[in-house]
């Protein structure tokens, strides 16, 4: 199934906040002089991983949207436990292995979370100055 412009807008606005903290975590490395190369792949492999995982939840709810409301939502919770186990592998994977610094991988799993965080905050702010209407 191909993402719809929704899923594909969304991935990439979380994809750009996500690589922004990434940035700014492994800048707070280099000025802490803990900077080494494991810290840029533990960011990528954390935050990317992360990304992904986001993803494939927007691809299933696409998919899942036109289902009967029972079998979309078994579908959904499928994805969202073998997601979920797919995400813990990679993450253990990245804090075991010595290519990943540790810190760099869990810290930028939780970036895209961060980055809804902020996102929804922004919204709020944009719809109150909006005298409470939203924009398309």
């Known amino acids: 199934m191909r993402p719809d412009k929704t899923v594909k807008k ?6 750009l906040g996500t690589l922004i ?7 707070i490395f280099a000025l802490a002089k803990h900077f080494n190369y ?3 792949t533990g ?22 949207v036109d289902k009967d409301p029972a079998e ?5 919770q499928l994805s969202y436990s073998l997601r979920s186990f ?4 990679v993450l253990g994977v990245g804090v075991y292995l010595p290519y990943f610094h540790w810190l760099a991988v ?8 961060v980055t809804i965080l902020f996102r929804s905050m922004f919204l709020k702010k944009q719809d109150a100055d909006n005298g ?3 924009e398309p």
């Open 38 to 40: 494991t810290v840029v």
């Open 86 to 89: 797919a995400l813990l592998v």
């Open 72 to 76: 979309a939502k078994k579908k959904i």
């Open 132 to 134: 409470g209407v939203s």
């Open 21 to 27: 903290l990434c940035g700014i975590m492994i800048g």
């Open 106 to 113: 869990v810290l930028s799993a939780l970036f895209p979370r």
């Open 43 to 64: 960011a990528l492999l954390g935050g990317l991983a992360s990304v992904f995982n986001f993803f494939l939840m927007g691809l299933t709810v696409q998919n899942a």
């Open 10 to 15: 969304e991935t990439g606005i979380l994809l």
